[in-house]
């Protein structure tokens, strides 16, 4: 089954939707998905941005914990595949923008993140990053992501917190960059993704990747180890 699927629309821009009910879960699958899909809209030239949204009413609840409940290899593996996902998103050259339909928790909220642009849908839904209250630990990724796109206070506040909140605090938390209507939200995310991707593409990925360099090189110094080690597994 499908967990990631794509549809492409004017003005260039693809749309990938995260599909895994009932909450968009992460897994080993889901994130190998998203991976494949970003790799093919990098390479394909007729696309020129990505919007990412998730099924239903969530956009992503974070990890599977009990799909993830794992050793040996299997956790090896999930590391590595979040890493990469991640990374890949977060270095995406061609403009990103996160269309947040619903519930955002966790490594939901990460992806969102990592993406250049986000909208939310003005709705009554659930967003935060709980981790260190459920004792999960942080992936250097998932860590450099927050702290490129956030201020220290908020990095404070969401992280150390680790609370749930209303969706109304999206623009304050620094989730939302603004919130439309839910029954605009696509078209409005579809019409900015089409803006920023009609700006000249080499340009846009080369301010891009300098802007991210140094959270990029922190990333990739980090080993597995590193992360497994910051897990405790």
Not at 5 to 29: K, Q, S, W, Y
Not at 124 to 147: D, Q, S
């Amino acid at each position: 089954m499908t967990v990631v699927h794509t549809d492409d629309r004017e003005g260039g821009v693809r749309l990938l939707t995260l599909d895994r009910p009932p909450a968009n879960a992460i897994n080993g699958e889901l994130l190998t998905e998203l991976d494949a899909a970003l790799v093919a809209a990098e390479e394909d030239s007729a696309v020129r941005s990505v919007v990412l949204t998730g099924a239903g009413r969530f956009f992503s609840g974070g990890f599977d914990l009990k799909a993830e409940r794992r050793q040996g290899d299997a956790v090896t593996d999930a590391a590595v595949q979040y890493k990469t996902a991640n990374r890949r998103l977060l270095a995406f050259p061609k403009p990103t923008v996160a269309m947040i339909n619903g519930h955002c928790i966790a490594g939901g909220f990460v992806f969102a993140m990592a993406c250049d642009h986000r909208l939310a849908a003005d709705a009554e839904f659930t967003v935060g990053v709980n981790e260190v209250a459920i004792g999960a630990a942080w992936p250097v990724v998932a860590m450099e992501i927050m702290r490129v796109r956030l201020p220290h206070r908020a990095l404070t506040e969401l992280m150390l917190g680790a609370r749930l909140y209303p969706s109304s605090e999206a623009t304050r938390l620094g989730l939302a960059d603004r919130v439309v209507a839910a029954d605009a939200l696509e078209t409005e995310a579809l019409a900015l993704a089409a803006h920023v991707g009609s700006h000249p593409a080499e340009v846009y990925a080369n301010t891009k990747a300098r802007l991210l360099e140094d959270a990029l090189a922190r990333i990739d110094a980090a080993t597995l180890d590193d992360d497994l080690a910051i897990s405790g597994l």
